[in-house]
């Protein structure tokens, strides 16, 4: 999932007519409820406040890879200085800086015309970009509970769909390599969220991720530099992969190592738990 937040960052960076931090959501609290199923089955709950300014995910369910099963109890808590992650399980936690953190520095750095020249590029590369990655942006494609939602999609199928001009999803469809994941909004409720939602779990320390601080400061540094001049900025890391006609994703030797060992630490992860 850190991989489609890194590459929704140039797509999702302007909202209507403002920036997306700028922007206010169509709730100030919300508790939206989701149904998830496939690979992993059961449910999240996302709590909501000060407008998406703080934001706490809570994730329990089951996968199932290759017949082995494995409980996942997660807490994902967010402001706009940090994500804190943590997992119930392993009972370990990590915090990071907020991408979208690094972001608002770069784009406070720039003088009024540079920023102004953001909006610009943001408005127009959106589009363009998620099709340089396979996929397609398509705004009020889908009515989700009441709320018109825009439809993006990076890899081949997989689509996530967000409150129009927002980050916010009502629903997940993902399928890589084979495997399958959905996660639907059932319910959204716009009452006040209670303070304790947002109470970090005792007896669990959050480590600081100096890898993905590193990792979302270089990206956030990009996307901004692609935005405010995207033609000196098509050859960087934060550009789309070079495609294939048909606008198919055409994955180089080193990305499909990569992503083979990724999934074989997954599966050695996976199989070391089932021993346990």
Same mark, same amino acid.
């Given at each position: 999932m850190l991989v489609v937040v890194f590459l929704l960052l140039p797509v999702k960076v302007f909202a209507g007519n403002e920036l997306l931090w700028e922007k206010q959501l169509p709730f100030k609290d919300a508790t939206i409820h989701y149904v998830i199923k496939g690979m992993e089955e059961g449910k999240e709950t996302l709590y909501v406040r000060e407008n998406g300014k703080e934001r706490a995910t809570y994730?329990?369910?089951?996968?199932?890879?290759?017949?082995? $099963?494995?409980?996942?109890?997660?807490?994902?808590?967010?402001?706009?200085?940090? +994500?804190?992650? !943590?997992?119930?399980? $392993?009972?370990?936690?990590?915090?990071?800086?907020?991408?979208?953190?690094?972001? +608002?520095?770069? !784009?406070?750095?720039?003088?009024?015309?540079?920023?102004?020249?953001?909006r610009e590029g943001a408005k127009k590369m959106g589009a363009a970009y998620t099709e340089g990655m396979g996929g397609a942006m398509q705004p009020n494609a889908l009515e989700i509970l009441g709320y018109s939602c825009d439809k993006v999609e990076i890899m081949d199928g997989s689509a996530t769909y967000l409150i129009h001009d927002t980050d916010v999803t009502l629903k997940t469809e993902m399928n890589i390599m084979g495997m399958n994941l959905t996660m639907v909004a059932e319910s959204v409720d716009k009452a006040k969220v209670d303070d304790t939602f947002f109470q970090h779990p005792q007896g669990i320390t959050a480590e600081v991720n100096s890898q993905s601080d590193e990792i979302a400061k270089n990206m956030a540094t990009q996307a901004i530099a692609m935005l405010k001049d995207p033609e000196s900025t098509k050859n960087t890391q934060v550009m789309a992969p070079k495609t294939v006609p048909g606008g198919k994703k055409q994955m180089s030797r080193e990305e499909k190592e990569e992503m083979m060992q990724q999934m074989e630490q997954m599966m050695k992860g996976l199989q070391e738990k089932a021993a346990q």
């Open positions: 994730r329990e369910t089951v996968s199932n890879m290759m017949g082995m $099963k494995m409980t996942n109890s997660t807490i994902t808590i967010k402001n706009p200085d940090y +994500i804190y992650s !943590y997992d119930l399980q $392993k009972q370990e936690g990590f915090k990071a800086v907020n991408p979208q953190k690094y972001m +608002i520095e770069e !784009y406070n750095k720039l003088s009024r015309a540079e920023q102004e020249r953001v």
